[in-house]
């Protein structure tokens, strides 16, 4: 069962002028609800919008802007292993995360929703290949990160169950593969077709990123949530070959549970419609068409 978010009360977005940032706050103002932003760079946002700009690491200068809230969406973050040195990025991601979710706890906002990443499951990125242990992929496929990216968001996950335990703050946590706007998924498909297999550590997975602030705006609005974590990814693949033969050529140990039929996703979302009412809508298939 779900509730609307009630738009006097305002959601606090950190990160609010990354991509992933403007299209949840540009979601949620769209929506009539109250948005306040923190980044640590001003950036122009929609009317009405309000943005401190200040570093999301400090629990006591975030409680001022926290106090009243009806929920906070975190994703102030170092976005991929490729943004810095990986003792960099974890310390910088893991250290927001708490900072975000004491500050939270003791100003008594009801919700927490946080980014984390599939990335966290090891296949995407590090030294070494890793396949799957079975497909679709759901919330308890096990944790295997190879670099400090991929550990912070196993890290960021661990805090955010712990405060759950420690203070019952409601904490959802979204993991999900690479965001893509239409431009850019016009280049992955592109890339795939050019050279088959190279989606492959990502498993041909995505989700458009207006897709991805509609699910953060249902995190927040959901009921019955304690500490939960929820994939979320489009419905398809990145690939004109059918997903089954995909995973036979690319992770042949991969064990396939259920039947994945055409082109259906390695990821399974159906937690995510079952709790929070979401579903994709986006495909690119049905975008404009990709040629080379």
């Known amino acids: 069962m779900r509730t609307m978010i009630d738009r006097q009360e305002a959601v606090v977005v950190t990160g609010s002028a990354g991509r992933l940032g403007r299209a949840v706050v540009e979601h949620l103002a769209a929506a009539g609800v109250r948005v306040v932003g923190v980044d640590r760079e001003a950036a122009p946002a929609p009317p009405g919008v309000r943005v401190h700009t200040m570093p999301v690491r400090d629990p006591g200068a975030l409680r001022p802007v926290f106090r009243g809230a009806r929920a906070v969406i975190h994703l102030a973050a170092m976005p ?3 943004t810095g040195p990986g003792h ?3 310390t910088t991601n893991t250290a927001a995360t708490y900072a975000v979710l004491d500050a939270a706890a003791e100003e008594g906002v009801p919700r927490v929703v ?3 990443s599939g990335s966290m499951l090891g296949i995407s990125g590090g030294p070494h290949d890793l396949s799957p242990l079975y497909a679709p ?3 308890e496929h096990p944790a295997r990160p190879q670099d400090g990216y991929a550990l912070s968001k196993q890290a960021d996950e661990a805090a955010c169950a712990m405060f759950h335990r420690a203070t019952g703050l409601s904490v959802a946590a979204l993991r999900f593969p690479a965001i893509g706007t239409s431009g850019l998924l016009r280049e992955r498909v592109l890339r795939e077709r050019a050279e088959p297999g190279f989606l492959r ?3 041909w997975a995505y989700v458009e990123v207006r897709d991805l602030a509609r699910a ?4 927040v609005a959901a009921d019955g949530i304690g500490w939960e974590v929820f994939a979320v990814a489009a419905g398809d693949t990145l690939s004109d070959v059918p997903t089954e033969e995909l995973l036979r050529r690319h992770h042949p140990d991969t064990i396939i549970r259920r039947p994945l039929p055409g ?3 390695v990821w399974d979302t159906g937690k995510a419609a079952r709790m929070l009412g979401w579903r994709p809508e986006f495909t690119w298939r049905e975008a404009e068409p990709v040629s080379a």
């Not at 953060?216 to 995190?219: C, G, H, I, N, T």
């Open 201 to 203: 550590r990502g498993l």
């Open 88 to 90: 960099t990025i974890y």
């Open 80 to 82: 991929n292993p490729r």
């Open 114 to 116: 946080t980014a984390s």
């Open 263 to 265: 082109h259906t996703s």
């Open 216 to 219: 953060f705006a249902a995190a």
């Open 137 to 139: 992929l759901d919330e």
